[in-house]
């Protein structure tokens, strides 16, 4: 288990069906800064997720869920 400390924002159980033969189809996670201290991390909502962070030291994580996988 990792620890819920500074540096993880996110912790998941595993890739969730992403893999496809050998390669990889989609990312797991899409991450994109809206400014310079906040950034976004759009995921599938099925993925189940051992710890999301809101805000990292003066950082702001946004989850946005979705019911596909993200873009």
Do not use: C
Not at 49 to 71: G, K, L, Y
């Amino acid at each position: 288990m990792l620890p819920k400390a500074h540096g993880n924002i996110l912790v998941s159980f595993g890739r969730h069906g992403s893999l496809i033969g050998k390669s990889v189809e989609e990312p797991e996670v899409v991450a994109r800064w809206q400014a310079p201290r906040v950034i976004e991390l759009k995921y599938r909502i099925s993925i189940p997720s051992q710890f999301a962070a809101t805000e990292v030291e003066d950082f702001q994580v946004v989850h946005v869920h979705s019911e596909e996988a993200p873009r």
